[in-house]
């Protein structure tokens, strides 16, 4: 893709579109044509070129599974960015139909009825409608086809998609302390992939131990936020929350929380591998304990390291636990010493108010002194970033005299340093001059445009990048975009071989939705001998505390505060940096 074209339409959107159609003209009844139309978006979505570039050439019906008639639609998206056709079906069909026939038992008949009789144009529209009664009394409906209706919803928002540990960490953290502030109560911890710090998570899991576990219920199951009760009993207690996220809460006895807290954390591969070390020793390990089965005697089960110990093992850490080598390191004390969640001295990637962030450059700086910093590198986006208002580099040598201005007033405890997150190019040349790169503290270089290259060609590109002398770092380097968008192809070990010989940094984009490079590209990356940056991505003040999910993708990729730039000092990070 060229800088021209960042803004045309991608191959996603044409696929949504035809999707679309095809939603409408099955909705409408017709057959055969939404196949059609499926076939072609499913095309289009897995094509490796850019469906502009494709259309240009004039070869659409060269896909496989886009016939003639909509290769002409496809053309008028990509040349227009809309389609007529599309428009007119939505014009004869009420609005919002297409999301009610998603639901389970609701037909397009049904669909139509109840968006023209009722007005409802979302599933949240018909939940309220069904639930004040509006639904009994149309003809042909009734009463029970109004609580099926309800059941249906229900169903629907059950279904467990994995969300973004970013976003559901800070509820969960809530719900422990509302939990934890219960004087019935004596521990809380979260357990599941959540305490692991998994990239996403399928649901939350909550330990806890009380006197009064009725009490610990009956609070659990009326805290705010929750949308209704799934399961209520004495020990185990299911919640979903208004958006949609499932929440576990086990009540234990006190002698057996640290065998459950062990078992729950997970994953289930360390668990098995852990009841294998049991196994051999003729010992039995559950959630209750770990027992000798020859004496009965139990061996540990009050505290989580106490089973571990029992077993041989020192105690792991559980951004750890993944069966990936861990039991083994802690059978023979090889461990990684794991950076800390406080090892950060500074963002070395942030946004500003120049390109498409929030706040200004002192509004940041403020922010991040305040939690605890020492440093932070303002990189905005470059030019041909154009979505992003990218600064010409006439504005960016603006900014770095504004810069050099706001680090002459502030106290010499902190440091803004100059910077830019630029793009680098289809040829792998970054797109601001080398003159103006030399100028900056710190220079991430990533990929923001021609995903679909080849692997050769992503490879080289990102390589030949790297080889610019004033490139400190690769921002993102995968382009992963979490439960949205694969990374792009590329050779990742040529990647790391080629950061090690030229000293180039691989960031880890500590933004929840990326976590780039990820826990297991992380750990691949130190073997080959790769040194990391960790930068926030911030777009406003707030995200910067999105470094945490960084240092826990770190720490699931066994980095040490080492292996991490910014955990240096200023000085330590400008020998590193060369400025
Ligand atoms: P998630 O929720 O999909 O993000 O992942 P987890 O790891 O939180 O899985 P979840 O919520 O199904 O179960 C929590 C923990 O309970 C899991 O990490 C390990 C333990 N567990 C659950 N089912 C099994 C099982 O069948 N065998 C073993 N060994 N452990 C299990
Ligand atoms: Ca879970
Ligand atoms: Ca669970
Ligand atoms: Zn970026």
Known sequence: MTVENLSQVTNIEVAAVLDEVADLLEIKGVRFKPQAYRRAARAIETL????????????????PGVGKSIAEKIREIVETGRLAYLASLREELPEGVQHLVRLPGIGPKKAVYLARELGVRTVDDLEAAAAAGRIRDLPGFGEKTEQNIL???????????RRLLGYILPVARDIERRLSSLTSVRQVSLAGSIRRRKETVGDVDVLATSSRPEEVME???????????????????????????????????????????????????????????????????????????????????????????????AWIEPELR?????????????????????????????????????????????????????????????????????????????????????????????????????????????????SVLADLDVVVASVHSGFKQTEREMTGRVITAMHNDHVDIIGHPTGRILLEREPYRIDLSAVYDAATKLGVLMEINAFPSRLDLSDVNC????????????????????????????????????????????????????RVLRT
């Open 48 to 63: 490796p070129e850019d469906i502009a570039d494709v259309a240009r050439e004039g070869d659409l019906d060269d896909i």
């Open 151 to 161: 059941e249906s919803v229900r169903m629907s928002r059950t279904a467990k998609e």
């Open 219 to 313: 609070v659990f199951s009326t805290l705010p936020g929750i949308e209704r009760v799934l399961a209520r009993g004495t020990t185990k207690t299911s919640v979903v929350l208004a958006t949609g996220i499932q929440v576990d809460l086990r009540v234990v006895e006190d002698g057996h929380f640290g065998a459950a807290l062990q078992y729950f954390t997970g994953s289930k591969e360390h668990n098995i591998a852990l009841r294998k070390l049991a196994v051999a020793r003729n010992w039995r390990l559950n959630e209750y304990g770990l027992v000798d089965l020859a004496s009965g005697r139990t061996v540990a089960g009050e505290d989580e390291g106490g089973v571990y110990r029992a077993l041989g093992l």
């Open 322 to 434: 993944e069966d990936r080598g861990e039991i083994e390191a802690a059978r023979t004390g090889t461990l990684p010493d794991l950076v800390g969640y406080d090892a950060i001295r500074g963002d070395l990637h942030v946004h500003t108010r120049w390109s498409e962030g929030a706040h200004s450059i002192e509004e940041m700086a403020e922010a991040a002194r305040a939690l605890g910093y020492r440093y932070i590198a303002i990189c905005d986006h470059s030019e041909a970033l154009h979505i992003a208002r990218g600064l010409s580099p006439g504005r960016l040598a603006d900014q770095v005299r504004e810069i050099e201005r706001i680090n002459r007033v502030a106290g010499d405890d902190f440091t803004v340093l100059s910077g830019t997150e630029c793009n680098i190019g289809m040829d792998g040349k970054p797109d601001l001059p080398d």
């Open 523 to 574: 750990f691949a990356a130190r073997e080959a001998g790769v040194r990391f940056s960790l930068g926030s991505d911030a777009h406003s003040r707030e995200n910067l505390r999105y470094m945490e999910f960084g240092v826990a993708t770190a720490r699931r990729g066994w980095l040490s505060a080492d292996d991490i730039v910014n955990t240096h000092p200023l000085a330590g990070l400008r």
